[in-house]
């Protein structure tokens, strides 16, 4: 069965500080992943997604990049992080022939202080 | 503007009763879509998925679509205290190159024992 993992599940870091956050999907090939942030009172925004190594597509432009080094594995970083990048960072994927199915990691909550 | 919309709530609901959710989508060219429940501090976990106009049933759940007035439903028969959660509606097309879905900012749902 396949599983996602995030960590760390949770972060504080000054603003100013980088950032690298970390999902990797176990039991599948090729999978489609993507970062949506969840702040508070908004709804769930897609960040980035990637349907292959090294193929990023960016829905928000903004102090946030994103990287694919490995089939499974999705990182999110930040040189420098602002008081707005706070929220609840959740990783997801689907296999790339499904189109009806969308899983969701545990998440990974920033608080920039 | 691709938007989806729902009714923040709460919405409570006696146990038992039918808990009714609502969600419109302005992208016609959305072909899924999605009930998520996110308890709180939790990820959001995936309910069920419809793409054709009409009913679609699992369990307690009842999905409806209706694409001419970019509606869709979600029924919850014989609630439960345990279905308190918040309810995210997501519309948008999965699988290919252009996957990503677009999120309403949910409703919170009370079931009261």
């Known amino acids: 069965s396949q599983t996602i993992h995030q960590w760390p599940a949770t972060l504080v870091q000054p603003v100013g500080s980088p950032l690298s956050l970390e999902c990797t999907v176990e039991g599948t090939s090729n999978p489609n992943l993507y970062w949506y942030r969840q702040a508070a009172g908004r709804g769930l925004q897609l960040l980035f997604y990637s349907v292959g190594i090294g193929q990023i597509s960016s829905e928000v432009p903004q102090n946030l990049s994103a990287s694919r080094p490995q089939d499974r594995q999705f990182i999110l970083s930040s040189k420098k992080l602002l008081l707005s990048d706070s929220g609840f960072y959740l990783c997801?994927?689907?296999?790339?022939?499904?189109?009806?199915?969308?899983?969701f990691g545990p998440g990974t909550r920033l608080t920039v202080l | 503007q691709k938007e989806v919309e729902q009714n923040s709530g709460p919405l409570s609901v006696p146990e038992g009763a039918i808990a009714s959710l609502n969600c419109t989508y302005s992208?016609?060219?959305?072909?899924?879509f999605f009930w998520y429940r996110q308890y709180s501090g939790k990820s959001p976990e995936l309910i069920m998925f419809?793409?054709?106009?009409g009913d679609k049933e699992d369990g307690r759940f009842t999905a409806q679509l209706n694409k001419a007035s970019q509606y869709v439903s979600l029924l919850i028969r014989d609630s439960q205290p345990s279905d308190s959660a918040t309810y995210l509606c997501a519309g948008g097309n999965l699988g290919g190159s252009q996957g990503n879905l677009i999120f309403g900012k949910g409703t919170k749902l009370s079931v009261k024992p």
């Open positions: 997801a994927w689907n296999p790339p022939t499904s189109t009806d199915t969308q899983y």
């Open positions: 419809i793409y054709s106009n």
């Open positions: 992208d016609r060219g959305s072909q899924s």
